[in-house]
Structures are given as structure tokens and as C-alpha cells.
């Protein structure tokens, strides 16, 4: 009996419980016509069943993370599991065939060791599957009974219920503050674990990237992981090459949808670029990687550059600009449309044309706005992963030729991680602490930028 | 007294036309660029669609197999079950294929024909079984090098043999049906993207059913209830930061945290729609929040007048009211969800998954991770394949954008 059985089950319970206390609030009203309840009998029912379900679903979300490890220790304990190699992958491997054949998600042992165990694995799933199911209804039925109880005429069954709404509205609120909190821990934490093997200093200030996944973890080679190279790739690739393209492209964009065009081009143009901003990161990924970067390589050969490679920063970085523009444009445009009016006609009562107008008096006026969505749009660009991992390639180079094979911290942490380093090896772990340093850089540059954004307002309004 | 000036003279007509010249080119300039972004837009799709529309089909060969002489008896009943394909493969049917392949096509042309090939002459049987008991043409799936010899590239030799089979009718580019209905493989001609599709439309439900109620009901609770306190100013810091976090940081998340507490659920698409559930959440709790505002106070003041309490105002009236603000909201954050890559590459999604997921904690992939690995593969094929995954990608972000425009359309009120 699999966890959403389960709930399906405490839901069940929890309607029969509606219905009945429902009924209860209305045999109140029958019994005594002339006594008025203090709340529609609809909420004694939604009392009752949120007594019933909210215990329950707790029990439960439990059960499923502790099942597991109870199914694996009656296993374990059992005579069966005596001739089990003791430690290692060869443990692992064959008790996960077990319980995977025993759970049925596999047809059929492949070795024989697992075969011995697919029996007490059943056994002891069906054991826990019937306490599982057993304690539910037990929770249920006693926390409902409760419940049901203490529904009296005079009990006030809306106030309670809609204390329970708020608590619940609270905790909804509160994921996002557990979120955080989570992602700043996790991060930490590796990254504590990280710098008791490399030494901090030479991590962010080495100029050599190259982890050797295959190394023991005993004696870390510290020269291999400075990081310098790839915070160069990430800010030449996102915060340079990207920029060059976005940021004229976008404001211009921006100051042509606002300023000049028609409403019937407009109708037509700025949907275009939603789209180009609704596009997966993994199609321009493949778009630069298939369409651009050979087209690069292929002019760099003609112009007689004959080392170009068919990865190359400058790929990536044109289509990730590409990307960006809508993102800029529509932070410009928030930004000039923010200008007041009044600026404008001024100008343009002086006689300034309107390219003075808006170049002499609204971009100047917008510029905060506009600086500070050039910060989120870097900030984007630092973090963004699939096309520079298809398109910039996996050598750390330290160069500032952009027709060269680059790499960012996105890349490394994917490559990192979707490695066959072990858990615990630093290679693995540096994958944490470069994304310590992406957090902290993109929330600094989202913190300073809205903070701009804010004061921009407050000084038109 | 100055005597007035002429005010248009030669020099100010100079000027004049100077900076109506830098009009002109500044007003070209803002259409350059916002043609440029429409013209990559246009080269984007345009490359997408003319490898995409060869990834819809495959070159496949035409067998005539006379199952009736082939002496195969099953029992139909047999073919109703799971392993019907594997029970065929024990009655020989793959040297069956063969040598019917031998008398269509002629020695070297068996030779292309695809080792897999008799999986599909299997299903063809299990799907009806009364082809057992006659004549049948199947066109079934050629080699790899035949079907890149068809389109005219590879040795010289293969290339003629394709043009023979061609002319003769037994070599055929075929719209592929099955590419929606198969899996992973590591043959070309063989993918398909059912698997990737059904571990998107999982990850997607989990999504939605943990991103949906919480980033509601705390839109709710920041906009209609929560004092202005630091706690409250903390939540509103942390969901707009949250939004603006890079994606991949929420794969970090989720290796960390949720492989840590369910180790033997790598890959299972509960794990990938919470963590996109986590990156959905801020989006959703931020179009909530806008929606939410929107609704007049009126409204809630008249509820107010007549006696409802405060919750109830909000899930009687505002909420309703709301609704398909936070609904366009969410298509959009889903749509993003449903092609992101980064966070699910981190939390394991990046094997080879052959079979399409069974369940919500069964190793799997998803639509866009699909094109990543393939992508990566250097066959030809592939890349037409790739393409294709692509297309069937964004018709399915194009109909939640639809679907959301139209929402808004339908239903948005301005009050």
C-alpha cells in the first residue's frame, strides 16, 4: 500500500466524517427547533474532518520516510541476510534488486544472492504496509472521535475551523522561508565539508581548474581547484559577450515598442518577443551548439583564424544574449514607461525631435530602472545553464579569445556532479561551494538592483 | 531694439535636416533590433522545423512474411499477456523475420534491415493476432547506415542498394508512428519519446499539486492577512529572491535534501516535481499576488457589511474573483517548469531510461532532458530526432501559453 493509498484513505475517513458530523449539527436542529446553532452545520463538518485528515496525513508523510528503513532492518535481522557480503556496492546492489522484484517494479533476480531475499523483503513490506494502514485508521478514528465529540449546539465550529485556515495559510507562507533557509544550509553545509579538504584562499583564487574525479580522497591535490577560470568564462560568457548583444538590443526593442511603433506592429512584434523569452534554455542550447557555433567556426576558418574551435564562448554567449533581450526590453520599458509624462511633452514642446527626446531626457531619467534590470539580466545570465553547457564546452581556459573553448560554474557544477565521483570526493563537494558563490553573487546583484528599482519609483511618485 | 532675427537660415536648415537625419536613424535602429530578435526567432523555429520534419520519419524496408507457412502456433491468450513479445523471440520469430526479409529484399537488403526489426513484426502480431494465420507486409525499421544511405551519404555501395530498394518500393522515408508511442534506445531509428513524455506529464502533476495550493494560499495569507511585521517583510524577501534564484541552485536543493531522505528515489519523477515545484512556487505566489490585488475592496468590504467573517470573504469572494489571474499565473510558471533542464540533470534524471515510468517514484526522464542526452549523441539521426523532440516541446508550451492568453482574455475583469 503505497503512501497515496494511504491519504486516499484518510480522505475517505475524512468525508464519512463530514457526513456525519454534518448530519449530527442537523439532528441538533431537529431535536431543538428553536435553539439556534453557532455555526452552519456544514463547518462541524469540516471541524470533524480536518481532525480526521491533518493527523493522519502527518502519520503518513512520516511513515513513507521511516517504512523504508524499518522494511531494511527486518531484512536485515533476518537469517537470510547472513550471507550477505558486509559492507560495499555489491550489498547495495543486490538488496535494491531484492526490493525492487519484491515491490514488483523489477520482473525478474538476476542474481542469485537477491533471490534468497525476495521473500523476507515481501514478508516484510506486507508487515509494514498492514501497520501502516492500521495505525492510519487508528489515528483517524481517534482523533475523530474526539472531534466528534465535542460537537455540542453551542459549540462555535466556524471559529475553530477557520483558525485551523489561517494556521494553514501561515505554514503555506512559511515554505518560502523554509526554502531559503534550505538552500542556504544545504549549500553551506557541502561547502564547510569542501574547504576542510581544499583551502578557501586557493579555491577562489587559483588559476588552475582541473579536479581529477578519479584521485583519492585522502591526499587532495589543492592546485587543481582555483576557481579563477571559471568565474573569467562566467563573466566573459554572461556578463560580457551576452551583454554586448542584450543590452542595445533590448533597449532599442524596448524604445521602438514604446516610442515609435504603430499599436498594429506592436500587436504583432511584442508577442514575438514573448515567445523568444518562453523558449526552453535546452532549445537555444541546442540551437547554439547545431546552428551557431558551426557557423562561428566556419567564419573564423574563412577569416583565416585557424585554431577555432567548434565550441566556443562566443557562441554561447550571442545566443544567450539573444535570449536576454525580452528580458532587458521589458525591464526598459517598465523603466521609460515609469518616466512622467510631463518630462517628455516638455521636450518635446522645446522642439527637441523625438530621438532627442528620448535620448536626452527619458533614458537619462529611466536610467536606474535600466541599470537595474542590466543587473537582474546578468544575474539571469550568470546562472543560466543548459546553452553553456552545450555550447561552451567543459575545458577551463583562461582567455580572452572568444573564439576558445570556455567553461562557467554551471557548467562545472553539472559536470561535477553528473560525474563518477563519489558523494563525499571533493570534486563532487566543489560543486556545492561554486554554487555557494552563484547564490550569493545572484542574490547580491537581485538585492542591490531591486533596491534601485524601489528608490527609482519612490522619486517619480 | 535688435531687429529680429530670420529665424530660418541657412545654417539652421543645415541643422535642421542633420537632426532629422539622426531621427530617421535612430527610428531605423529601433526596428533593426527588434527585427533582428524577430529574424533569430524566425532562423530558431525555421532550423527546429526542417531537421524536426525528418525526425517524424524514418526509412523503413517492406517484408512480406507469410506467418501462416512460418509455422508459429500461440495461443491468443498468450499474446494478451506482458510477455508476449518475449514469448514470440522463444518461438524463433526473429530467424522468421529474417528469412522473410531474405526472400523480399535479397541478401544485402536483410542485411540493412534492422536488428530490432522483429519487435515490431512481434507487436503487429500481439496487437492482431489473426496475422498469425496469414500474408502479411509490414514495413519495418532499416538500418541506421541504410536509412543515412537513403538521403545520399555513406559508403557508395550502401548508397546504391538504397537507391535499388528505393525504386523497387521496398525502401521508403515513412511518416514514423511510432516515435510518440516508444522510448529511449540507443538506435536512431528506434527512439521514441512516449517515455520522456510520461515522466514530463508525472513531474508536471507533482509540480502542480505541491506548487498550486501552497503558492495560493500563501498569496493569500500575504495579501489579505499578514501584518506588517519583520516576519512578514522576511517572507516577501525570501519568495522574491526565490524567483530569481537560479534554476540549478534548485537542483542543488534537491540532491541535498531530498536524495539525502529518499536515497533510492534518484531520478523518480516525485522528486523532480517537488524540486520544480520549489522554483514554480515564488511565480505562482507572485501572479496570486497581483490577481489577488486587483479585486476591488469593495467587494470585500460589501461581504464585510453582511456579516461574513474574514476567511470567509476571501474564499467566498476574493478567491473566486482571483482565480483566473492566479490560473494564468500558474500555466506560465508551468510552462516554465516544463522546460527546465538544469535542476532535474542534478538530481539524477540523466540516465538511460528505456521503459516509461510506471509510477511517480520509477526512474525517469523528462521532455527536455530527453534532447539534452540526445543531443549529445553523434549520429546522424539524432539530430533529426532531436528536432523533432523539440517540435513536440513547444506545441506543448505553446498550448499552456495558449491556454493562458486566452484565460486572461476570457475572464480577466477591469473593474
Known amino acids: 500500500m503505497s503512501p497515496a493509498f494511504l491519504l486516499l484513505l484518510a480522505f475517505g475517513l475524512g468525508l464519512a466524517g463530514w457526513l456525519a458530523a454534518r448530519a449530527r449539527a442537523f439532528g441538533f436542529r431537529r431535536a431543538q427547533p428553536d435553539l439556534r446553532l453557532l455555526a452552519l452545520p456544514a463547518y462541524h463538518g469540516w471541524y470533524v474532518a480536518l481532525w ?54 523489477a520482473g525478474a533476480v538476476f542474481n542469485p544472492a537477491a533471490r534468497e531475499l525476495v521473500e523476507p523483503f515481501r514478508v516484510a513490506i506486507g508487515r509494514m504496509n498492514m501497520a501502516g494502514a492500521a495505525v492510519t485508521i487508528a489515528i483517524a478514528i481517534l482523533t475523530g472521535t474526539w472531534a466528534f465529540l465535542r460537537l455540542k449546539p453551542d459549540f462555535r465550529a466556524r471559529n475553530r475551523v477557520e483558525r485551523g485556515v489561517m494556521v494553514m495559510l501561515l505554514l ?45 580522497t585522502e591526499a587532495v591535490d589543492t592546485s587543481r581547484y582555483g576557481a579563477i577560470p571559471l568565474f573569467w568564462g562566467t563573466i566573459y560568457i554572461g556578463a560580457i559577450i551576452a551583454m554586448i548583444v542584450a543590452i542595445p538590443l533590448g533597449l532599442m526593442s524596448a524604445i521602438y515598442l514604446t516610442q515609435y511603433a504603430s499599436p498594429a506592429w506592436r500587436k504583432w512584434l511584442k508577442p514575438a518577443l514573448e515567445i523568444l523569452a518562453g523558449i ?72 527637441a525631435t523625438t530621438s532627442e527626446t528620448i535620448r536626452r531626457v527619458l533614458v537619462p531619467a529611466a536610467l536606474p530602472g ?22 561552451a564546452g567543459y575545458a577551463a581556459n583562461l582567455s580572452a579569445n572568444p573564439l576558445e573553448t570556455m567553461t562557467t560554474v554551471t557548467v562545472q557544477i553539472v559536470a561535477m556532479l553528473t560525474g563518477e565521483a563519489s558523494f563525499d570526493h571533493p570534486a563532487t563537494l566543489s560543486a556545492f561551494a561554486l554554487g555557494f558563490v552563484l547564490f550569493l553573487v545572484t542574490l547580491g546583484l537581485n538585492i542591490v538592483a531591486l533596491r534601485v528599482v524601489k528608490r527609482f519609483r519612490e522619486a517619480y511618485e | 531694439m535688435n531687429a529680429v532675427l530670420p529665424t530660418r537660415t541657412a545654417a539652421f536648415e543645415a541643422r535642421l535636416k542633420k537632426r532629422y537625419a539622426a531621427e530617421r536613424r535612430f527610428k531605423a535602429l529601433g526596428l533593426g533590433a527588434i527585427l533582428f530578435s524577430v529574424a533569430v526567432l524566425a532562423l530558431l523555429l525555421g ?12 526509412a523503413e524496408l517492406t517484408v512480406t512474411i507469410d506467418f501462416g507457412a512460418s509455422g508459429i502456433v500461440v495461443d491468443p491468450s498468450v499474446l494478451a499477456q506482458a510477455n508476449a513479445v518475449q514469448t514470440l523471440e522463444a518461438l524463433e520469430l526473429p530467424d522468421i523475420v529474417a528469412l522473410a526479409a531474405r526472400n523480399s529484399l535479397g541478401e544485402d537488403g536483410a542485411a540493412q534491415l534492422n536488428s530490432q526489426a522483429w519487435r515490431e513484426a512481434a507487436q503487429a502480431i500481439v496487437a492482431d493476432p489473426t496475422n498469425l494465420s496469414r500474408e502479411v507486409t509490414l514495413d519495418l525499421a532499416a538500418t541506421e547506415d541504410l536509412a543515412r544511405a537513403l538521403d545520399g551519404e555513406g559508403p557508395p555501395e550502401l548508397v546504391s542498394l538504397a537507391e535499388r530498394l528505393a525504386s523497387a518500393g521496398k525502401l521508403e522515408e515513412n511518416f514514423d508512428t511510432g516515435f510518440l508511442g516508444r522510448s529511449d534506445a540507443t538506435d536512431a531509428q528506434l527512439v521514441g519519446i512516449w517515455g520522456a513524455l510520461k515522466g514530463s506529464m508525472l513531474t508536471m502533476l507533482i509540480t502542480l499539486a505541491c506548487a498550486f495550493p501552497v503558492g495560493v494560499l500563501a498569496a493569500l495569507y500575504l495579501e489579505e492577512y499578514a501584518p506588517k511585521n519583520r516576519w512578514t517583510d522576511m517572507i516577501e524577501v525570501s519568495i522574491n529572491n526565490l524567483a530569481a534564484v537560479p534554476s540549478i541552485i534548485f537542483g542543488l536543493l534537491g540532491l541535498a535534501v531530498f536524495l539525502t531522505i529518499f536515497p533510492s528515489w534518484r531520478s523518480a519523477p516525485l522528486i523532480g516535481g517537488l524540486t520544480l515545484a520549489l522554483m514554480t512556487m515564488p511565480v505562482i505566489v507572485i501572479a496570486g499576488r497581483n490577481a489577488i490585488k486587483a479585486v476591488p475592496p469593495s467587494i470585500r468590504d460589501g461581504a464585510l457589511a453582511i456579516g461574513a467573517s474574514p476567511v470567509q470573504v ?53 521532455l527536455p532532458v530527453q534532447i539534452f542526452l540526445w543531443s549529445d549523441e553523434i549520429d546522424r539521426g539524432f539530430v533529426e530526432r532531436t528536432s523533432a523532440a523539440i517540435i513536440v516541446l513547444l506545441l506543448f508550451l505553446l498550448v499552456m501559453n495558449g491556454l493562458a492568453i486566452y484565460l486572461r482574455n476570457r475572464f480577466e475583469k477591469s473593474w
Open chain 1, 370 to 391: 535600466i541599470v537595474a534590470g542590466v543587473m537582474l539580466a546578468i544575474s539571469r545570465a550568470i546562472g543560466e545553464t543548459m546553452i553553456v553547457v552545450m555550447a
Open chain 2, 47 to 58: 532550423s527546429m522545423m526542417l531537421n524536426g520534419i525528418g525526425g517524424f520519419k524514418r
Open chain 1, 172 to 216: 503555506a507562507s512559511l515554505v518560502a522561508i523554509l526554502t531559503t533557509l534550505g538552500i542556504f544550509v544545504s549549500l553551506v553545509f557541502e561547502t564547510v565539508r569542501f574547504f576542510g579538504m581544499v583551502d578557501p584562499l586557493s579555491f577562489l583564487f587559483g588559476t588552475t581548474w582541473s579536479p581529477d574525479p578519479m584521485s583519492s
Open chain 1, 280 to 351: 526552453p534554455t535546452v532549445v537555444y542550447g541546442y540551437f547554439a551548439a547545431l546552428t551557431v557555433a558551426p557557423e562561428i567556426r566556419d567564419i573564423a576558418l574563412s577569416i583565416g583564424i585557424t585554431n577555432a574551435s567548434s565550441e566556443s564562448a562566443l557562441a554561447a554567449g550571442l545566443v544567450m544574449g539573444v535570449m536576454i533581450i525580452p528580458f532587458v526590453s521589458s525591464m526598459a520599458d517598465d523603466s521609460i514607461a515609469a518616466v512622467p509624462q510631463a518630462m517628455r511633452d516638455g521636450s518635446l514642446a522645446m522642439g
Open chain 2, 314 to 366: 476571501v474564499f467566498h469572494h476574493v478567491l473566486p474573483l482571483a482565480l483566473p489571474g492566479i490560473l494564468t499565473g500558474t500555466i506560465i510558471g508551468m510552462a516554465r517548469a516544463l522546460g527546465e533542464t538544469a535542476p532535474l540533470l542534478m538530481i539524477g534524471m540523466r540516465a538511460f531510461v528505456a521503459t516509461p515510468p510506471d509510477n511517480l517514484t520509477s526512474p525517469a526522464t523528462v
Open chain 1, 52 to 105: 480526521i485528515v491533518i493527523p493522519a496525513a502527518m502519520f503518513i508523510l512520516l511513515w513513507s520516510v521511516i517504512a523504508p528503513q524499518l522494511v531494511m532492518q527486518s531484512v536485515l535481522a533476518g537469517p537470510e541476510a547472513a550471507a550477505l557480503p558486509a559492507f560495499g556496492f555489491q550489498r547495495e546492489a543486490i538488496l535494491a534488486e531484492a526490493r525492487a522484484v519484491a515491490l514488483g517494479n
